[in-house]
């Protein structure tokens, strides 16, 4: 079983819709991050939570640490928000990553 | 404001070839440097990590080693490439464990 895992794995959505990405974890962590990989392979690092809820743009990353579970919500997709998502956790000196949540946003 | 390079960009290497990989972090000193690599059709996977000169951690058993020379220049090497060495080499730095990580561009290498 992996540390982290994410759902959906693909995911298509029209543009302007709302959409959601889950990420479970069965570690104890000191913080939990959500990056974005662009088709040219380029990782961009979106949040670093640790509690309760960040915004940036039309993004927000949700966590609840009793659960061990966190969400990445885009609101108003646009075309431009075709990644993939991953969600990463790390613990004392360990990071676990998930395998990435494929978005295609279409127009 | 800080960037981190890595070069080459990509990079096809014969099995049995050496390898050396650089990266390296300008406009912040003494920062947390990390190896990832990304298997096609897989996850990231974190192969070192270093919190100063010459301090190097490995996460997982495997073909290569990675050296920090320099306060911002982290290389990752091996003497003999195998092909499943094949993958996606991303360079991080953050101002530590429990910070944020900004990534470098990669490197795309071929092992044939």
């Known amino acids: 079983k992996n540390e982290v895992e994410q759902s959906p794995q693909n995911l298509t959505a029209q543009e302007g819709e709302f959409i959601t990405i889950n990420c479970s974890y069965s570690v104890g962590i000191s913080a939990l991050h959500w990056l974005q990989q662009h088709p040219g392979g380029g990782i961009v690092s979106l949040f670093m939570l640790s509690s309760g809820k960040k915004k940036h743009g039309r993004l927000i990353a949700t966590i609840n640490i009793q659960e061990k579970h966190s969400s990445l919500h885009i609101t108003a997709s646009h075309p431009r928000d075709s990644a993939v998502y991953i969600c990463a956790v790390g613990t004392g000196n360990q990071f676990y990553f998930g395998t990435g949540t494929s978005l295609t946003v279409i127009p | 404001s800080q960037t981190i390079h890595q070069w080459p960009a990509t990079l096809v290497q014969p099995v049995g070839s050496p390898l050396s990989l650089e990266c390296t972090v300008e406009g912040t000193s003494n920062p947390n440097l990390y190896w990832y690599r990304q298997a096609a059709g897989r996850g990231l996977q974190l192969l070192f990590y270093s919190v100063g000169i010459g301090q190097i951690s490995s996460e997982v058993p495997q073909n290569l080693s990675a050296s920090r020379p320099q306060d911002r220049q982290f290389i990752l090497s091996s003497k003999k490439l195998l092909l499943s060495d094949s993958g996606f080499y991303l360079c991080?730095?953050?101002?530590?464990?429990?910070?944020?990580?900004?990534f470098g561009p990669g490197t795309r290498l071929t092992v044939t």
């Open positions: 991080a730095w953050s101002y530590g464990r429990a910070y944020e990580q900004y």
